[in-house]
């Protein structure tokens, strides 16, 4: 089984938050944001679920929102909650937080973290690899925004991006703890590596240490980007684009050595940022209720190598990803179905324990191929009631997987709301040549009930 999460950085986001707040704070005092209460309980329903002995959990959450359509200075969008019980899986959500300054009718400034559709393949498949993503559940990817300075230039014909950042924030993965030389069993949403080798045909446990990088020195890091988009968005349009960034995964080094006293075996994991260069093309066509298009990306990672030599290390392969798409929606329905192709993109290991035969310990892409049909509805009931829902079947033929994500939310009022969501997964098992996020919580079938309430 790889070993594909990564380390999170919690507390710095915390840090992060009070000092925007502090900053934001002039205002947040005119902003109108919209602040919801959330109780619900997570269930794993599969009956072979055997990630933690718990498989029932506790939450009470927090989501503070702007309005997207205000003319207010100051956005965002955060979210966090805290597990009775089980602090691995507590969560801070920081998708957007920034300020705006429009300087004319065309011209508009940004500042801290904030999405865009950079790329409509990364935007749609929530693949995180243009933007980063929060992956507390990695079978349901949410997209963050980019942290830096925004230049934006809209015209009637063209749209002008230009961005540029000191700082850097990798993809949020489920939290983790190692206590004597083991992975605590406490999230079941981390895949813990293998905890035992063969050593002379014996099975002998693994002592893991994890090198943890300091953070100052990961968030440091530069990037740089830009778009421009051209045509008519109720007509053909088409988008090009840009960036040079640290990429929102961090490579994962090894070395390992074996305890002759002990006859165990001792790991040493290492992550480092590597820097890549993407270059997206996105062409559109809308016509009536109708979208379609497709979206490409140019992924090709630095090959400078970040480790010393005694660490085992991951190579990077150049990948090319396609996306074409179409969807209809009117006011109360909409249909998408997409479809997406990874050509390259290979994870190879090179250093003293390398073994071709054996998985890498880490992957770049969540899978390598597959097909996504959504269904949205968003109906109204008598006295102003109204219930929104979404569900989507994803397909992969070659990483040979299903995931049916179902999630619902009555309104029962302006302030009261019942929350659902369900996810179900069958697949294959991982193999060499077969390694995907979705196969690794085949056992992870999940229900969510829980309620909301505005304040």
Known sequence: MPFVNMPTLGPLFSALLRILLVLAAPAVAWSQVQSEMRLFSDSFISPEFEATQKTNYQFVGAHLKTDPFSENDFKLDVAGGVAMGAPLLNYLNISEFYVQSQQNESETFYLGRKRMLWSELDARWDMGVWEPVFKWNPLAPERQGLTGLYWQVDKQFYNLVLFASPLYFPDQGPSFEIENGSFVKGNPWFRRPPESIRI?????????KFDKPNETQVVLQN???????????????????????????LAIGYEGMLDVAQLKGAVNLQPQVFYHSLAGADVTYKVAQVRMGVSALFDRPNKDNTFESQWTHPVFEDAVLISPFIEWSNRNWGVSLQHLDIFGGAVKEEGELANPGRAPLMTRYAYRQAQQLSLMGNIDFKKGRRLLNKLSLIHSEKNAFDLIRISSRMRLSGLWSILGEMQLVKASPLTVDNQNDIAQFDNNDRFMVGVAYVF
């Open 200 to 208: 002379w045909s014996e099975a002998t446990a693994i002592d893991y």
């Open 223 to 249: 990037s740089f980007g830009m778009k421009l988009a051209f045509g008519d968005p109720q007509a053909l349009r088409a988008q090009l684009s840009y960036i040079y960034k640290p990429a929102n995964q």
